[in-house]
């Protein structure tokens, strides 16, 4: 089966060309599942339930997030209106999983494709350079405890390539893929690891090149020259989208391949 995961959706821009591009890319590779980070899909800042809904409706089946998460504060009473409600929408937009114990919203999600495979998500966020959090490894350990699916691809949230790709290997042969996300440009190194986990450090940004990491590059070299505050705003130009392509066994989840995607708006 295939496995397509969009990475960060930044703003309108990133929106519009998953909106352009993402249902041709699913019929020409035969996609069975889709998953995208959407931490920036709104204004660059965080979520909302209306944008969460409508990449749910553009054929996203699982939403991740990151460090952005709760930038739109509105978001957690979407997150919250999951519990005890496993078949809603909001049920598969995840924050990262080794986040505080009461932190609202869910860190994995169990599903099954239209075709019927069982398969699960999980986000997680790295520790390097970033807020400090529950150790995404041993989470991880013990999310795969309860968890039945086969098919698992893994959502690392980080800014170090060296702990996203030692999560990669730590998880050899006990998930499908572990994916980075959150650096925003996209990695050369996408490799299927002897055990059959598909690796990738950062699957790349889905917005406009054009900029700064998705900001208009004028207000970033600003606030380098200066270190004084501003506000960011999205950049428009060069939009690209940026996927990983993943083929494994539905029954095993043995990733057997792995492919960079960048497509440009047409
Ligand atoms: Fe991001
Ligand atoms: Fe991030």
Same mark, same amino acid.
């Given at each position: 089966?295939?496995?397509? $995961? ?21 019929? !020409? ?5 889709? @998953?995208?980070? =959407?931490?920036?899909? #709104? ?6 339930? !209306? ?5 749910? +409706? ?20 979407? *997150? ?9 929408? /909001? ?38 350079? *970033? ?26 949230? #980080? ?28 990695? #050369? ?24 990491? =998705?900001?208009?590059? +004028?207000? @970033?070299?600003?606030? $380098?020259?200066?270190? *004084? ?33 960048? /497509?440009?708006?047409?």
């Amino acid at each position: 089966m295939r496995i397509l $995961f969009v990475g960060d959706i930044f703003g309108r821009p990133g929106r519009n060309i998953v909106h352009e591009r993402l249902p041709e890319l699913q019929k !020409q590779h035969a996609v069975d599942l889709t @998953i995208a980070n =959407g931490e920036n899909a #709104a204004g660059g800042f965080g979520i909302t339930a !209306q944008i969460a809904e409508e990449l749910f +409706e553009l054929g996203i089946d699982v939403i991740t997030t990151g460090n952005h998460v709760w930038d739109k504060r509105e978001i957690i009473d979407y *997150m919250n209106s999951a519990n005890g409600n496993e078949a809603s929408l /909001a049920r598969r937009l995840l924050r990262p999983a080794n986040y505080p114990a009461g932190t609202p919203g869910f860190g994995w999600y169990e599903g099954r494709t239209r075709g019927g495979v069982p398969y699960a998500v999980i986000d997680l966020q790295g520790r390097v350079f *970033m807020a400090a959090n529950d150790d995404p490894f041993r989470v991880a350990d013990k999310l795969l405890e309860s968890i039945s699916a086969k098919v698992i691809v893994v959502d690392m949230h #980080a800014e170090a390539t060296s702990e996203k790709l030692s999560l990669g290997w730590y998880l050899e042969g006990r998930v499908t893929a572990v994916l980075g996300t959150h650096t925003h440009v996209p990695t #050369a190194d996408e490799q299927v690891l002897p055990g059959g986990t598909a690796v990738q450090t950062d699957v790349g940004m889905t917005g406009p090149y054009d900029s700064v990491i =998705g900001v208009q590059k +004028e207000l @970033i070299l600003q606030r $380098f020259l200066t270190n *004084m505050p501003g506000r960011f705003e999205p950049a428009t130009n060069d939009v690209r989208l940026c996927a990983t392509l993943i083929d494994c066994g539905a029954d095993t989840g043995r990733a057997t391949g792995v492919q960079r995607i960048m /497509a440009r708006e047409s």
